[in-house]
């Protein structure tokens, strides 16, 4: 549910990162606070945290500057993974117009992988939301793990489990080294601004 | 959910209204959000000390978890919250479905007046929004 002043001209719009607990949502959140400059971000907050759990939510504002005369402004939330936040995850999902998922190549993770995606197609159809109509990016983590002794799932295996009938863009991530996230930033971006301007006819783009 | 578009008539109308009820009353700074966290509108001279981003994403889920709350005990929504400092203290409304009106104000304005004046201002809004039906 994206918020546009006329009077200001300002977008405002909402990205979820979501995905499995500990699977690299904060840390994209993070490279991202740390690689942009002080004009376009803004504050980054987190809410405390038990570890290095979110327990509620993570939030940082960019400014992504004029999309035909308008302000662009994205906020970019990330969701409690661990499944027994579920009630914190769906308030968060809470008029969302972009979401990104994290998915883990942990092979270890795989279940959770498929368990999370199905709790966001849930939770997005109790606000009246699709998964197949809301601009969504996949994004596999933690892939400089595969060329460890570490068992992980090749991105066959991910797009199988997570991306065989919605076929998403994805992009493969090391949310640690930036690795794919300012990619997964860009697409993810670019469909969101895309989906609003295009729903409220702003302009042609 | 569709999205919240807002022009200038209608904030103009929204902010003189909070101006008249609130600001008037002694009552340093309110913010209207919608429930997804965005700052639908500033009002006060304090506005520009806060990170009103952070502040309207932090109101907004505190609401929203105040919400589940409820209905775990049975109730379909506390229609409000107050926080109580030392020196300001935070008053939160629901304004129809999708609005939060934040009202943050000192020792020296009565949390009474401020529920008072708003459980008058949400009506007045609501009906500015189109909320009323």
Same mark, same amino acid.
């Given at each position: 549910m994206a918020l546009i002043d006329l009077s200001r001209k300002e977008v405002h719009c909402k990205i979820v990162y979501y995905g *499995? @607990? #500990? @699977? @690299?949502k904060t840390t994209n959140l993070l490279y991202i606070y740390n690689a942009m400059n002080n004009g376009v971000r803004g504050k980054m907050l987190t809410i &405390?945290?038990?570890? !290095? #759990?979110?327990?509620f939510f993570d939030l940082l504002p960019l400014n992504l500057g004029k999309v035909n005369g308008f302000d662009v402004r994205i906020q970019l939330y990330t969701v *409690? @993974? $661990?499944?027994?936040y579920e009630a914190t995850r769906k308030l968060v999902l809470k008029g969302v117009d972009g979401v990104v998922f994290v998915a883990d190549s942990l092979r270890v993770r795989r279940e959770k992988n498929i368990e999370s995606f199905n709790d966001l197609k849930k939770n997005l159809t109790e606000y009246g939301l699709s998964i197949e109509e809301i601009p969504l990016v996949l994004q596999y983590n933690k892939r400089d793990l595969a060329n460890s002794a570490i068992p992980t799932l090749s991105v066959d295996e991910l797009e199988s489990d997570l991306n065989n009938e919605l076929k998403a863009i994805t992009f493969e991530a090391t949310a640690t080294k930036g690795i794919g996230v300012f990619e997964t930033l860009k697409e993810i971006s670019k469909n969101t601004i895309r989906y609003v301007v295009k729903k409220h006819l702003l302009a042609d783009i | 959910m569709n999205d919240l578009v807002l022009t200038a008539p209608v904030l103009e109308e929204a902010r003189q209204q909070i101006e008249n009820a609130l600001i008037k009353a002694g009552v340093h700074t309110v913010l209207l959000i919608d429930d997804a966290g965005n700052v639908v509108a500033n009002c006060g $001279?304090?506005?520009? #000390?806060?990170?009103t981003t952070a502040l309207a994403a932090l109101a907004a889920a505190n609401f929203g978890a105040t919400s589940e709350i409820a209905r775990l005990i049975g &109730? !379909?929504?506390?229609?409000l919250l107050f926080h109580k400092g030392k020196k300001d203290s935070i008053h939160f409304a629901r304004v129809g479905p999708r609005l939060i009106l934040v009202t943050i104000f000192g020792d020296e304005v009565a949390l009474g007046l401020v529920r008072l004046r708003v459980s008058q201002l949400t009506k007045a809004i609501e009906k500015i929004f189109g909320l009323d039906s």
């Open positions: *499995p @607990g #500990r @699977g @690299g &405390e945290t038990k570890g !290095d #759990r979110t327990l *409690p @993974g $661990q499944t027994i | $001279q304090d506005a520009r #000390r806060f990170d &109730e !379909d929504d506390f229609s």
